[in-house]
Structure formats: structure tokens, C-alpha cells
């Protein structure tokens, strides 16, 4: 099936740790996403790249990195640098930068303990 | 300020019943507006589009209106379902996509 997959799906860090979260699709898009969702707040941008080997900050990217080696994967690394890491994390896709519609992965839940 | 505000922030109404969400935006210049579906402990689902040019479009019981000229968006349930309980979540597409934080609706039996 086409889609976005991201794993795991629940995960739990100790403070300090960095933690990578996988993103991956098999839909042909140019443009991947990373944001945040925390309650009560609408979905915030980490990063965004909108080709292969290219990558642009949003509005929160401090304490995460990002690669795009691959056009089917963008993983997000959060690292020890990040003040508040429990939250939702979303990858989303869309088929050019800029496209009206973005198709969601299924959230990866973090937890840092 | 948000510049995408959805209100109420959340909602409980009976099965059967209808409602409607509201969405306010600021962001400019505007591309289109969607309106996203999710899920407890999911991505969201896109549900419609609404361009400049349109006030009204339909997707089963969900129905959307834009008013440019306002900048106000609404999202009307009918005859509501268990099933849609969710979170609704308004976005306006400008040079990038604005988020409102969503309306959690509960549909109880």
C-alpha cells in the first residue's frame, strides 16, 4: 500500500539521550515535514526539505536534526539539546513544496522519563 | 497570536445531532483552506479543500463554507456519529501551511 510510515510508535527516552524517530514513504513526494503537536497548540514545524540532500528549519528547530539522503525517508533526530521533547511527532509528505495537501504519517508518541 | 483560531475548543454532543466548527484566519496572502480529521493517536486526514473562489463544498455528512471576505471558515456535522469524535483541525495554506490547534469533538451515545 502507499503511504507514510513512521516508527515506532511509542517511545521513551532517558534525559540526555538523543532518539531518532523514522520516517519513510513510498508515495514519489518531493516534500517531507516534521512537526510537533503538543496539546492545546496547533501543529508546529520543525523541519521541512523539499528535495533529496536539502533541508530548511521551521519555526522550533532548535534541539532537532534532520537528514534527506534518501527521497523516501527524513528522519528526525532529537537530541539532548531539547529543552521539552515529550510530545507528538508527525511526518507528513506532500508532492511538490508548497502543495495544498500534505498526507500525515501516524504520529510517533515521545516520552522522555 | 495564532493566526489560525478554531473554536470551541472542544464539543460534546449526542449521537444523531448536528454541529459546526468554526475556524478564524488572519494569515495572508491565502491559497486554500482544509480541514483535517484526527484521530486519537493519529495523523490527520484531510476531509476538504476549500479555494478563494468557492463558499460551500461537501464531503458526506460533513459540509465546509469559506467566507474570504471574512476570513472565517466553518465545518458543519450532520446527523452525527460515534465515529466522529476526533479532533477537527482547520488549515489555511498561504506561502506555508498555518495550523489552528483544533476543536476535540465527542460524540456520545
New interface residues.
Given amino acids: 500500500d502507499g503511504g507514510?510510515t513512521?516508527s515506532p510508535k511509542y517511545l521513551f527516552r532517558k534525559e540526555g539521550q538523543n532518539v531518532t524517530l523514522s520516517c519513510e514513504q513510498n508515495l514519489n513526494h518531493d516534500a517531507m515535514y516534521w512537526?510537533r503537536q503538543d496539546p492545546?497548540?496547533?501543529?508546529?514545524?520543525i523541519y521541512y526539505s523539499q528535495i533529496v540532500n536539502d533541508f530548511q528549519k521551521g519555526d522550533i528547530a532548535e534541539g532537532y536534526s534532520v537528514s534527506r539522503e534518501k527521497k523516501e525517508s527524513f528522519p528526525l533526530t532529537v537530541t539532548s539539546a531539547q529543552k521539552n521533547p515529550t510530545a507528538?511527532y508527525?511526518c507528513?509528505s506532500s508532492i511538490q513544496p508548497?502543495d495544498?495537501?500534505?498526507f500525515?504519517?501516524?504520529?510517533t508518541?515521545l516520552t522522555v522519563v | 497570536k495564532?493566526q489560525?483560531e478554531q473554536s470551541p475548543?472542544s464539543l460534546i454532543i449526542l449521537e444523531g445531532k448536528n454541529c459546526t466548527l468554526q475556524c478564524n484566519y488572519t494569515v495572508s496572502p491565502f491559497?486554500?483552506l482544509?480541514w483535517y480529521k484526527q484521530d486519537t493517536?493519529?495523523?490527520?486526514?484531510?476531509l476538504t479543500?476549500m479555494t478563494f473562489s468557492e463558499n460551500t463544498k461537501s464531503n458526506g455528512r460533513y459540509t465546509a463554507t469559506l467566507d474570504a471576505d471574512t476570513k472565517q471558515s466553518s465545518l458543519h456535522i450532520t446527523a452525527s456519529q460515534l465515529s466522529d469524535s476526533a479532533s477537527y483541525?482547520c488549515v489555511v495554506?498561504s506561502?506555508?501551511?498555518?495550523?489552528?490547534?483544533?476543536t476535540r469533538l465527542t460524540v456520545k451515545p
Fill in positions: 507514510i513512521q512537526y492545546g497548540q496547533g501543529l508546529r514545524l507528538f508527525l507528513a508548497g495544498t495537501e500534505a500525515f504519517g501516524q504520529g508518541r | 495564532n489560525v475548543q491559497s486554500n482544509r493517536g493519529r495523523g490527520p486526514v484531510s479543500i483541525i495554506i506561502n506555508d501551511m498555518r495550523f489552528g490547534a483544533g
